[in-house]
T-cell receptor
Framework: GAVVSQHPSWVICKSGTSVKIECRSLDFQATTMFWYRQFPKKSLMLMATSNEGSKATYEQGVEKDKFLINHASLTLSTLTVTSAHPEDSSFYIC????????????FGPGTRLTVL | QKEVEQNSGPLSVPEGAIASLNCTYSDRGSQSFFWYRQYSGKSPELIMFIYSNGDKEDGRFTAQLNKASQYVSLLIRDSQPSDSATYLCAVSSSASKIIFGSGTRLSIRP
């Protein structure tokens, strides 16, 4: 099956700093990628849709100036959490649609962000 | 009303028995339905997807879809301890956007 990687797998940062998370599709091209956030014992919440070559589409309630998304190539999307605060601590997961069908997605391994 | 609803569990099933997981959704226009398995601290793993009414079998897993009742289920036969995880029901209506339920924790007791 398709492989999606994320880097880093975990990160600890101080409050007020910015953190960049990378999502790569390793064996296929992805014009669209999705970014999710998951708090402990909660479900995945879609944050935004990353579109190659154009602006990301953000879900209601997600601050686009705080969560910067760049989809510079067909295999790479980045999420930057700017001026991170402890409430941004979460599990961030990206996904990309696969060839099995337009709605079938494969998920990256996730990035655990802890903001002190 | 939540768009995708699941019983949070935990659902405890003896090893070797059938585990039955249920999910309801609110959007009648939904077209694609998925079951993901998520182990603690890991990202979701796709188990099954189903598009048409009826049953779809893959190994020990069977997905069932009833669009009239807006109901999706997952049956796991011959449950194994390694099946213990959180199972996420997900639904897609359009544009590849997937909405997840809150998940059901399944525990298989030896």
């Amino acid at each position: 099956g398709a492989v999606v990687s994320q880097h880093p797998s975990w990160v600890i940062c101080k409050s007020g700093t910015s953190v960049k998370i990378e999502c790569r599709s390793l064996d296929f091209q992805a014009t669209t990628m999705f970014w999710y956030r998951q708090f402990p014992k909660k479900s995945l919440m879609l944050m935004a849709t990353s579109n190659e070559g154009s602006k990301a589409t953000y879900e209601q309630g997600v601050e686009k100036d705080k969560f910067l998304i760049n989809h510079a190539s067909l295999t790479l999307s980045t999420l930057t959490v700017t001026s991170a605060h402890p409430e941004d601590s979460s599990f961030y997961i990206c996904s990309a649609p696969d060839h099995q069908g337009p709605d079938t997605q494969y998920f990256g391994p996730g990035t655990r962000l802890t903001v002190l | 009303q939540k768009e995708v609803e699941q019983n949070s569990g935990p659902l405890s099933v003896p090893e070797g028995a059938i585990a039955s997981l249920n999910c309801t959704y609110s959007d009648r226009g939904s077209q694609s339905f998925f079951w993901y398995r998520q182990y603690s601290g890991k990202s979701p793993e796709l188990i099954m997807f189903i598009y048409s009414n009826g049953d779809k079998e893959d190994g020990r897993f069977t997905a069932q879809l009833n669009k009239a009742s807006q109901y999706v289920s997952l049956l796991i036969r011959d449950s194994q301890p390694s099946d213990s995880a959180t199972y996420l029901c997900a639904v897609s209506s359009s544009a590849s956007k997937i909405i997840f339920g809150s998940g059901t924790r399944l525990s298989i007791r030896p």
